[in-house]
């Protein structure tokens, strides 16, 4: 799984959190998404998404207090890792979008201060946001969650393998394109999918079953995990780590 993150810049976990783990969130955020709320994203008045779920939902730290997860994470950094950013994304007949070929480049930050190579300020639900280097953002590990099976019908993601390891500019994007073949990753609920944020990902808008309707719903919880701290005087908005949470802090668990 390691090799397969670091080749491919992702890898599935399959049964990570059981049904009832994954119920407990179903519920959780769809009670969310009936309150209005400033980290939320909208479209026809619909709620389908958070960009700082652990504001909306602080339940979302108890995910850190999955055995599978929390040993999977120990294994994946070598030094002590904290959860730096959540977010809920889902697809809905009324909100059902699709998402060009990009990278995650960004990072939320507690002020904005000009640092070297940092650049692209931006503010999304009022935080500040920032890109860092390259060499930085491809330390971060993406860990996305699925409450509902994600399939090539529903939206589930697709990716081109092996295009992290630098940012690209938008001709290299249509350079990746034009010669990787893509990857329809399908997961069932409970499955996680690790990525490197810098892997060009995309999704489709659900499709029509045989009956001509749409899924209902395809929720997905983003986490975003690192290692390193930044530099003077910047500072990570969100920094959750398992001893918040009750686990053992930033210790190695042995193996089973």
Request: glycine share 6%; aromatic share 8%.
């Amino acid at each position: 799984m390691a090799r397969q993150l670091e080749e491919d810049g992702y890898a599935v976990l399959r049964n990570v959190y059981s049904r009832d783990e994954v119920g407990r969130f179903r519920d959780l955020t769809d009670a969310a998404r009936t309150e209005a709320h400033a980290e939320s994203v909208s479209a026809r008045n619909e709620t389908y998404g958070f960009r700082n779920l652990i504001d909306v939902v602080p339940e979302t730290r108890e995910l850190l207090q999955n055995e599978q997860m929390v040993r999977l994470l120990y294994g994946l950094f070598d030094a002590p890792w904290f959860m730096t950013r959540s977010t809920l994304f889902d697809k809905t007949p009324r909100a059902n979008w699709g998402v060009f070929w990009h990278q995650d480049r960004a990072i939320a930050v507690t002020e904005r201060h000009e640092v070297a190579r940092f650049s692209g300020w931006t503010r999304k639900a009022g935080i500040p946001c920032v890109q860092p280097p390259a060499e930085l953002m491809g330390r971060i590990i993406a860990a996305r969650i699925h409450l509902d099976d994600a399939h090539q019908n529903n939206g589930a993601l697709r990716v081109l393998p092996g295009t992290h390891r630098d940012a690209l500019s938008e001709s290299q994007i249509a350079s990746s394109q034009a010669r990787v073949n893509e990857c329809i990753v399908e997961v069932n609920s409970g499955d996680v999918l690790l990525m490197n944020p810098l892997l060009l990902h995309a999704s489709s808008p659900m499709d029509e079953n045989e009956a001509g309707d749409l899924p209902t719903a395809r929720r997905v919880i983003h986490l975003e995990f690192a290692d390193f701290e930044l530099p003077d005087p910047l500072q990570w908005r969100y920094r959750i780590t398992p001893a918040q949470d009750g686990l053992p802090s930033n210790a190695p668990l042995q193996s089973e």
